[in-house]
């Protein structure tokens, strides 16, 4: 009988996980790693983007986009939509052409591929004659024209993918009609670039890398026009009207030919070397666009004087008497211009540059051309990111406020709505405001809205501006000088490069209902913040700390501390500082937490931690954990593990270099590239060879980085008698160590002069010395306590007073759950000694039933150095779940991993992008959006013009017919009020 | 003097003659040889007869070798009683004082002079260098043991290591590596984890137990097959305060040999370790058939509790180790392998000792390892109890350091 009940409720508890947990990766934020190719459909007006890892993303209106990863680990090299239609094509690095559409499937479009292609050329001709340089979508949607390396142009059938033999247009035929006095005729090179005419489909241009320019007519299989250009060709353009083709040349000039039927025509019309003079770097592409009245825009990238700006990634756009060179900060990928009118026939209206590092859009209707503010693809790394925090359900007051403050750093932006609005958006609107927060190695702090699938910049707060800093307050001088040549002009947000390491973000705490902000940085800096509308000027007064506490014979070898400034400083709208505590020596903080409730601000670092009143500006407590014969602790922030990143950062700068040097189209090219790679692989294999061997060694108090502080928590807690809870601060370190401190606050009437103490209460040595990476308390019901305010504001039930609480401890090892006040050991749960995982992440969450409406409980999210994902269950530390999430060589992904606290999690999976992932059921930010193909040409392809502003990111456009769709989100939808009613709800079962 | 003694009286087949020496002071009486009582009544009797019935003793007697023995239990002190003949000639030692080098076992090379003139009190400064100082069998307590000989296979072996806090390391280290087994595919090349140096001096080399290029297969009952190296020493390290590795020597000479096996061929093929994998394909069919594919563990994992003496300190009051709660568990209960440390007659006939003994500072690695054995056959067999006892306190001790 007993045996039969377990049993049953065994499968009651697996039927119950189901209905809590389930692993999916949702969504990837930020910018694509290593872009290499660049697409536009002005019919579906979607954009796309290749990467060299393979993956191609689709992206449309804001919410709208997908994503595809080709099976081979090629680079993406080019990427053409077939017009007029939803389908794609992608060139790979492996000369392998690939088909992609969007299918209709449920309401949703998906993208898949349906179909791949490699030429093949006659039996025994070398490779090159079959390697595809230069790919021409037709505008028929049904022929693909590839020129290649060999100077042949294969004409290819398609969505089939079958090869039209007796339309190729041989290289041969192509030299018998060349004139004889062409320099170049004996060798034509391969196609540089394929172009249509627009007027006429039946003729395209054939551009050799040699320079000359065939025309040659589809119909009649013949050769028209030979233009016979004399440098090397690196692209062409062929206007509006038909009447001209514009080249592009690798000495810096351009010329203009006229297209007429006479080869007397055929003489340039008009040659120029734009920055001329002192020899030029190649013009890698040309853009002419005609305009209703007056004279057309000309843009084209590259031409830069070699010698002095050589090294500038540049854009230059010419229209009437402007002549703008736009500055971006890292190497341009493609461009394109966005046209105005139902058939994207008309003015130009936006220039889309993709570069190496981030996309940027150039509203080119409004005086100065400026940046419209892209809603996806932002680059989260214009500094590198150094921490992230997120900070579930803000309130919309605080929201409202932020987004005030960071519309009024905004106000360079262009006003005009996102100019890329294909597709429709089906997601629903999420159903609450979270906040993710990235740290970054500048000092800056980024707001960014994570409720939906775009993340969208809302504020940036920099803490720069505190600290007297190298930074050269020249650097923004320099430019746009009156009368400079070229008329530059910086674009772009991407900045790597840090004034001063120092500044770096470690560690943020954002208590959301009383807007009070804690930044602490690399050089041991605590910045407390407080939101205010109006700008300011104050003074931020310095706390030293001292958290050696008198401990002798140490000496600090790292960095100096920041130098603040004394002078009273001017800061914008939004968090601006009010206290400042710089910890001696001036470690990197290691931990950090804020009690909004209590005004309290706890920190560690390496040497010990301390609790500071940002009331009274004043310490309150202050203990070393330094262990006296830790001397590594003594080295500054050049740990073992930040040498490896390093190193590991600089080859790949290494590669990269290399890689930006390589020029497109040559044969070398992939040589070069493997070169590269094996170079890193040898780099990276040598790095795991050094340590074959592991020692085996118990850990003893004598290891270095005992003291370091992993964890604070404040709890209000029964820390010393069962009868009398009082307000706690709970401190975790390397070694295993656990101290307890009693906290005694005065009543809130003297709480602005009455001093706040602190009382050691208790030290906790864990058995297994392994570091405590999380310590939370559970209240009488087995619940995690609330946040601090959390209760005030009515958004959590008030924690169990009344049963006994218990500590729960977790180390990198295992899970320990203690009673309180007395401390004794009550169960825990191994994971080192079990499977050789170690925890690296860990968060209390909110799961709720998928099934059932009012069923919910909290359980830890854990990640392992493993790359796992765990569900622990509370109060019990029972596995629930476990998921592969990260691979575990990842190591940069597995420390940046943060969780929501609705089972949702973010990770970098490359310096620019996170890839968000949920372990809930009911909590997913996906994308859900439908293209539908556009009607044929010459009618409307967009239903609605969208007034898109950047505030209204998220937009629910619910196809009523759908009922599927509507009820998958009404689902949703239920699943989140009933998650609302939060945390600590306690729960029958639990 | 012995020649003093040498007079058989008529009395000595029931009685035993009994001359006790402690200090300078001599005290004569006589025992019942079929009726010797225990060593503690013994012991009381001592204090009594020589009116020192606070001082701690360590009792040595001359046995018919003229070796000075140990009686410190009752199996002992039967076989001094009997063994007698007819004079019993104690020593006794303060124990705070009491020179344990005195306790020769190797008598057949040393003059009995030598012996006795240690034990009475002439220090012999021609000595060159102080020999290994081994405590007493009743203070030894196990380092190391193998553990289920029983359910393992002959070329496996279980070792567990005991912290116990010490001072001394664990002290080796561990490689990834590749082994070929004997699969139904054929000869298979599998990663694997091989130990890789020993530290001089540590617990592991000491032990005598594990080598290098020993093939790591499971750490306490978890099989270490999949796992990367770092996983491996992740899981020895967060174990260390009780390792149980189960390892396939790189040297097969030593492995236990069970007399019922069969498998007589197998064990005595010495091959490399990396090489050598394929022990299962070695032995004899019976063995191969009986083996099973996965190694069974006989003691529960959850039982080794012994990291769970976390350590808290109130405010202002002493460090006390942490007990369980006593609503969840109940105390840790002693492992069930215990009899394991136990000599087992099957494994005495190897050379391999299975038992080794901590030896408070070096013990030369060759050596003495034959006439040790000796003794901890009688001592430990003897007092399996108090040995236990003595462990479940160690159990409890922590390290503290604040």
């Known amino acids: 009988m007993k045996r039969f009940r377990r049993h049953g409720q065994e499968s009651q508890r697996d039927r119950l996980k189901q209905e809590l947990f389930q692993f999916n990766k949702t969504v990837e934020h930020g910018f694509p790693h290593q872009p290499s190719a660049l697409g536009y459909s002005p019919s579906l007006q979607l954009l796309a983007i290749g990467t060299r890892s393979g993956a191609i993303k689709l992206y449309g209106a804001p919410g709208v986009e997908f994503m595809g990863l080709h099976d081979e680990n090629a680079a993406v090299t080019q990427v053409h939509f077939m017009p007029h239609q939803v389908e794609l094509v992608t060139l790979l690095d492996d000369n392998s052409l690939h088909m992609w559409t969007l299918r209709g499937h449920k309401g949703l479009s998906e993208l898949l591929e349906i179909g791949r292609f490699t030429l093949t050329g006659p039996p025994g001709a070398p490779p090159s004659v079959t390697r595809v340089t230069a790919v021409l979508a037709h505008t028929s949607g049904e022929l693909l024209l590839l020129g290649t390396e060999g100077g042949h142009v294969f004409i290819v059938e398609v969505p089939g993918f079958r090869e039209l033999e007796e339309r190729n247009i041989s290289l041969d035929q192509v030299a018998a009609s060349v004139p004889d006095d062409y320099i170049g005729r004996r060798n034509l090179e391969h196609v540089e670039a394929l172009q249509e005419n627009p007027i006429n489909p039946n003729q395209v241009v054939i551009g050799y890398g040699r320079g000359l320019m065939v025309i040659w007519d589809l119909e009649k299989r013949c050769a028209i026009q030979h233009i016979p250009a004399t440098q090397q060709l690196e692209s062409v353009w062929w206007t509006e009207d038909g009447s001209y083709i514009l080249s592009s040349h690798s000495d810096g000039s351009y010329c203009r030919w006229m297209v007429g039927g006479e080869d007397v025509n055929d003489e340039e019309e008009k040659s120029d070397i734009p920055y001329g003079h002192f020899p030029c770097k190649a013009i890698s592409k040309i853009i002419q666009l005609p305009t209703e009245e007056g004279p057309p825009f000309l843009l084209f990238s590259g031409g830069m004087p070699r010698a002095s700006y050589g090294d500038r990634h540049c854009i230059t756009v010419i229209h009437c008497k402007t002549h703008v060179a736009l500055d971006f900060t890292s190497r341009i990928i493609d461009f394109f211009v966005i046209r105005d009118g139902l058939q994207h026939t008309g003015d130009p209206s936006a220039l889309v540059v993709l570069v190496e590092e981030e996309l940027v859009v150039i509203d080119l209707q409004t005086d100065c051309w400026p940046v419209i503010q892209t809603p996806y693809l932002v680059p989260l790394h214009s500094s590198a990111i150094t921490c992230s925090h997120h900070v579930s359900a803000i309130p919309l007051k605080l929201w409202e406020r932020v987004i005030a403050a960071g519309e009024l750093q905004n106000t360079h932006y262009s006003k005009k709505p996102w100019p890329i609005t294909g597709g429709q958006n089906l997601a629903p609107d999420p159903p609450q405001r979270d906040l993710l927060l990235t740290g970054h190695e500048d000092g800056t702090v980024h707001f960014w809205d994570a409720s939906g699938v775009c993340l969208y910049p809302l504020y940036k707060l920099s803490t720069a501006g505190v600290f007297h800093t190298d930074a050269d307050p020249n650097d923004n001088m320099n430019q746009g000088a009156e009368g400079e040549w070229p008329p530059f002009r910086k674009v772009g947000c991407f900045d790597p490069y840090s004034d001063d390491p120092r500044l770096g973000i470690q560690k943020i705490h954002l208590c959301k209902y009383s807007g009070y902000l804690t930044v602490a940085g690399t050089a041991g800096q605590i910045l407390v913040l407080e939101l205010n509308d109006e700008a300011a000027e104050q003074t931020v007064e310095a706390k030293v700390v001292d958290l050696l506490q008198g401990q002798e014979g140490f000496r600090w070898k790292g960095h100096t501390r920041l130098d603040v400034r004394e002078e009273p400083v001017l800061f914008p709208p939004g968090f601006q500082p009010f206290a400042l505590v710089q910890c001696q020596p001036p470690a990197v903080v290691t931990a950090l937490t804020l009690h909004s409730e209590w005004k309290l601000v706890a920190f560690g670092t390496s040497h010990g931690f301390g609790l500071y009143d940002y009331q009274q500006k004043n310490t309150v407590l202050i203990k070393c954990t330094l262990n006296p014969s830790d001397q590594l602790a003594m080295e500054g922030p050049l740990s073992r593990v930040k040498s490896i990143k390093k190193s590991l950062r600089q080859s790949f700068r290494r590669i990269r270099r290399s890689r930006v040097s390589l020029r497109k189209h040559h044969v070398n090219n992939t040589a070069k590239l493997q070169e590269a790679n094996a170079r890193l692989e040898a780099e990276l294999a040598e790095m795991e060879l050094a340590p074959v061997q592991r020692k085996i060694e118990a850990r003893s108090s004598d290891d270095s980085f005992t003291g370091l502080v992993r964890t604070l928590y404040f709890a209000d807690t029964f820390l010393s008698d069962s009868s009398h809870n009082t307000p706690s601060l709970w401190a975790g370190t390397n070694g295993g160590c656990v101290f307890a401190y009693m906290l005694r606050l005065p009543p809130v009437e003297h709480r602005a002069d009455e001093p706040v103490t602190a009382q050691p209460a208790k030290e906790i040595q864990l058995m297994h010395r392994a570091p405590v990476v999380g310590i939370v308390v559970l209240d009488g019901h087995g619940a995690p306590l609330p946040e601090p305010l959390e209760v005030a504001h009515d958004l959590a039930r008030s924690p169990d007073m009344q049963g006994s609480h218990q500590l729960l401890v977790i180390s990198e090892e295992q899970f320990k759950v203690f009673t309180l006040p007395k401390v004794s050991a009550k169960m825990k749960l191994k994971l080192t000694a079990v499977d050789g995982s170690r925890v690296r992440r860990v968060g209390v969450a909110w799961f709720c039933s998928s099934r059932t409406e009012d069923y919910g409980e909290s359980g830890l999210v854990v990640l392992t150095n493993q790359g796992d994902v765990h569900v622990v269950s509370l109060p019990h530390v029972k596995m629930q779940v476990q998921y592969p999430c990260i691979r575990r060589e990842d190591v940069s992904g597995i420390a940046s991993c943060v969780f929501t606290k609705h089972g949702q999690g973010f990770y970098l999976i490359s310096p620019s992008e996170f890839e968000r992932f949920s372990l809930s059921t009911c909590y997913l930010v996906e994308p859900r959006c439908l293209v539908e193909a556009p009607l044929h040409s010459g009618s409307s392809s967009q239903r609605r013009s969208q007034p898109d502003g950047a505030s209204s990111t998220h937009r629910t456009r619910q196809d009523s017919e759908d009922a599927e769709v509507l009820q998958e989100i009404q689902k949703s939808l239920e699943g989140d009020q009933t998650s609302f009613l939060e945390n600590n709800v306690k729960s029958a079962v639990a | ?402």
Not at chain 2, 81 to 108: C, V
């Open chain 2, 1 to 402: 003097m012995n020649k003093n003694h040498r007079v058989q009286s008529s009395r000595s087949l029931s009685a035993v003659e009994v001359k006790s020496k402690f200090g300078a002071e001599f005290r004569r009486f006589s025992l019942d040889r079929s009726k010797p009582g225990r060593f503690d009544e013994f012991y009381g009797l001592l204090q009594h007869v020589h009116r020192i019935p606070n001082v701690e003793l360590l009792v040595g007697y001359a046995d018919v070798h003229g070796d000075l023995l140990p009686i410190n239990n009752d199996d002992n002190y039967h076989k001094a009683i009997s063994t007698a003949s007819p004079l019993l000639r104690l020593f006794l030692q303060r124990k705070e004082e009491a020179d344990y080098t005195a306790f020769g076992t190797d008598s057949l090379t040393r003059k009995k002079n030598t012996v006795l003139s240690a034990v009475l009190l002439r220090p012999d400064t021609n000595r060159k260098k102080p020999p290994v100082i081994i405590s007493l069998p009743r203070d030894f307590r196990p380092v190391s043991s193998i553990i289920d000989v029983d359910i393992l296979p002959e070329t496996h072996r279980r070792v567990r290591l005991y912290k116990h806090g010490q001072e001394k390391p664990l002290g080796f280290y561990i490689r990834d590596g590749s082994s070929v087994r004997v699969t139904a595919q054929g000869l298979e090349k599998l990663p694997g984890i091989f130990i890789s140096r020993m530290v001089p001096g540590g617990l592991a080399e000491s032990t005598g137990l594990l080598a290098v290029n020993d093939e790591v297969l499971e750490v306490n009952g978890i099989e270490v097959a999949g796992k990367s190296l770092d996983q491996v020493t992740d899981m020895m390290i967060a174990n260390s305060h009780n390792l149980i590795i189960t390892v396939k020597p790189a040297n097969q000479r030593n492995n236990v040999v069970r007399s019922g096996g069969g498998g007589a061929a197998s064990g005595s093929s010495g091959r490399s370790s990396d090489s050598g994998a394929s022990y299962y394909g070695y032995s004899s069919q019976a063995a191969a058939a009986s083996m099973p594919t996965h190694i069974i563990q006989n003691f529960p994992v959850d039982e080794l509790e012994s990291d769970d003496e976390d350590l808290v300190i109130e405010a202002g009051g002493e460090a006390e180790p942490i007990r369980r709660a006593p609503s969840n568990y109940s105390m840790p209960s002693l492992p069930r392998y215990e009899p394991h440390l136990n000599l087992r007659t099957a494994t005495t006939s190897v050379s391999a000792s299975a038992l080794s003994i901590n030896a408070n500072g070096t013990l030369p690695a060759s050596g003495s390892s034959g006439s040790l054995s000796n003794t901890n056959a009688t001592s430990t067999t003897s007092s399996p109890d108090r040995a236990m006892e003595r462990r479940s306190l160690e159990e409890d001790g922590t390290v503290i350091t604040l």
